[in-house]
């Protein structure tokens, strides 16, 4: 299965967009792009997901590069509730399996 | 987003009985649903995944005869802890599929707690 690598945390201070990054080096074609967040003691809210193109939602925008080796999770607008673990993740059919995460802490 | 329901949120229980934790998809029909465990600042880690109608398909090194896991309806699945232990003590996620539109999106529940005693 595609591993991802992220940094182990990251620190924003609010109001301030945050770029989270994450490399998927081993993606293959079929596989799509997902990112989740944790808050403790919740389970993972999901964020944005994509394949090729760079998406937008209400919570975020994702983009990906373009050899898709890479991919930029963005919080346009950095808020005390977006601190979370942040996974990035490579979905495959059925098979979706959570690294490490990016541990986020905004500073007000 | 769609939304997945976990019933109870916290159990205690005794050690060497079995214990049993609900998985709803509340406003879809879900032919796929996922069960994690998830240890205490550690990431989450997949125990099974399971269709309707049909076993489980369970990871390596999850026992499937102590992690009974019933998927019998579209919205419904269940994990059932047998003979549980003090070190089957964790926060269990689940989570469902929802087919169609663009990426089949999963969408997880708020967890359950089980301890151990």
């Known amino acids: 299965d595609a591993k991802t690598t992220q940094p182990n945390s990251m620190e924003s201070n609010e109001e301030e967009p945050v770029h989270l990054p994450c490399n998927h080096s081993?993606?293959?074609?079929?596989?799509?792009i997902h990112w989740y967040r944790q808050l403790p003691s919740q389970g993972p809210e999901y964020v944005i997901h994509?394949?090729?193109s760079n998406v937008n939602n209400r919570m975020a925008s994702l983009a990906i590069a373009e050899d898709r080796k890479s991919s930029t999770l963005i919080l346009h607008r950095a808020t005390l509730r977006d601190a979370a673990v942040y996974y990035c993740?490579?979905?495959?059919?059925?098979?979706?399996?959570f690294g490490a995460g990016t541990r986020l802490t905004v500073k007000p | 987003g769609a939304v997945v329901s976990q019933h109870p949120s916290r159990v205690i229980c005794k050690s060497g009985t079995s214990v049993k934790i609900e998985c709803r998809s509340l406003?879809?029909?879900?032919?796929?649903m996922f069960w994690y465990r998830q240890f205490p600042k550690q990431s989450l880690m997949l125990m099974a995944t399971?269709?309707?109608?049909?076993?489980?398909?369970?990871e390596q090194g999850v026992e499937k005869d102590k992690f009974l896991i019933n998927h019998a309806s579209l919205t419904l699945s269940t994990l059932t802890v047998t003979s549980a232990h003090p070190e089957d003590s964790s926060f269990y996620i689940c989570?469902?599929?929802?087919?169609?539109?663009?990426?089949?999106?999963?969408?997880f529940g708020e967890g359950s707690w089980l301890t151990v005693v």
């Open positions: 989570s469902a599929r929802l087919t169609g539109g663009s990426g089949n999106t999963i969408y």
């Open positions: 081993t993606i293959s074609g079929t596989d799509y």
């Open positions: 994509g394949l090729t």
């Open positions: 993740i490579l979905r495959r059919g059925n098979d979706m399996r």
């Open positions: 406003d879809f029909q879900a032919t796929t």
């Open positions: 399971s269709n309707e109608g049909s076993k489980a398909t369970y």
